[in-house]
């Protein structure tokens, strides 16, 4: 048994078992495939209508004749229904709905005409979960929004750690034209870290931001922290001074732009960012946006950079001149080396010399042969 088939088996049999308790009620996903469930005594010829029954009656799909019916299906369901076909004769008359809308949203007619009673009905709810919490600092006040929900989410502000100042938060909620809503808040930040949760029936994420730290690093090698928390790596984004991305991971795949190439050393397994020969132009501020499945901390790091003795003398504007005094001086000592090294070599000669013409006199003198 395929794992569709699995899945089908699953939601009829729910559906019979809550048909004695009144309509059945299923709940879909957002741009994703839903199974309306409906079934009838298998062997019998089957005419089969399902109507939306929402402002009027409005077809969605039609079997009978052995083939599916199609002419009057009203054109929002077009191209996104079908039946199980190859379970038909078994009695499974299940709708397949693909791409589901929050106008999809109400009650469904499941019309048979040799059950008894011939309708059957399913409630169908429709859920776009938080997929992701957005939190950043502008000025002196925190911002944290998220969109594409439904239904109407909730916002909550908490802090790390726990403390007894009161949040006065700002809170709006919209709606576009797909029905799905957004929603912002935001609050005037004090010396302390940040968490915003948004939450929706079906499930809830949450965003913590951490207050901004400074670190001083060297030219050559240099490490930033992600955050405090030893959250394993899911994805993650580096940016310099709010804007510039340096780098993206998800997962394995790690794409590091064409700008950071150069200084970008390693990525460690919680985020850490290493860096490496780095210059005055990388002196800002670095954040990191690390997520997991349930939620997203972000941190703000301000690099100030210390260049190293040889780097700095070298970089520096009168390096030339520092360069010829550091040649001048080495050949200053090379030639005391020189003029040392002749001077001892002469005064070994003269003494070997002088040894030699005394040797010389002994030999010549009045007793000599």
Not at 40 to 55: M, N, P, R, T
């Amino acid at each position: 048994m395929t794992w569709t088939k699995c899945v089908v088996f699953v939601v009829v049999l729910s559906f019979l078992q809550s048909r004695a308790k009144g309509d059945a009620e299923v709940s879909c996903v957002f741009m994703q495939s839903c199974i309306l469930p409906c079934s009838f005594k298998a062997g019998e010829d089957l005419v089969l209508h399902w109507h939306f029954q929402v402002e009027g009656d409005i077809p969605v799909h039609s079997y009978f004749y052995n083939k599916d019916q199609l002419d009057k299906q009203n054109k929002d369901f077009k191209g996104r229904t079908s039946l199980f076909n190859d379970q038909i004769s078994r009695g499974n008359a299940s709708l397949l709905l693909r791409g589901v809308k929050v106008q999809d949203q109400g009650k469904y007619m499941c019309y048979i005409s040799s059950n008894t009673p011939p309708e059957s009905f399913i409630n169908l709810k429709v859920d776009a979960p938080v997929h992701k919490v957005d939190i950043q600092q502008v000025e002196n006040r925190i911002t944290c929004s998220s969109d594409g929900i439904y239904p109407e989410p909730e916002l909550t502000w908490s802090t790390r750690p726990p403390s007894n100042v009161t949040l006065q938060s700002n809170t709006s909620v919209q709606q576009n034209e797909q029905q799905l809503y957004s929603i912002s808040s935001s609050l005037r930040v004090s010396d302390l870290d940040y968490s915003c949760t948004v939450s929706t029936p079906r499930n809830n994420r949450r965003a913590t931001w951490f207050k901004p730290t400074s670190i001083t690093g060297s030219d050559t090698e240099t490490t930033i922290p992600c955050t405090s928390s030893n959250t394993p790596l899911t994805d993650l984004i580096w940016r310099f001074n709010h804007s510039q991305i340096i780098l993206k991971q998800t997962g394995t795949d790690n794409t590091v732009s064409e700008e950071w190439r150069q200084q970008v050393k390693s990525v460690s397994e919680y985020g850490s960012l290493t860096l490496k020969e780095l210059t005055s132009n990388q002196e800002g501020i670095y954040t990191c946006e690390l997520s997991n499945a349930e939620e997203t901390y972000v941190t703000n790091t301000f690099l100030r950079i210390e260049e190293s003795p040889v780097k700095e003398a070298r970089d520096s504007p009168n390096n030339e001149v520092a360069i010829v005094g550091v040649v001048i001086g080495a050949v200053v000592v090379l030639a005391f080396i020189a003029a040392a090294t002749v001077g001892i070599y002469k005064r070994r000669q003269r003494q070997s010399g002088g040894e030699d013409s005394t040797a010389g006199d002994r030999s010549n003198g009045p007793n000599s042969v």
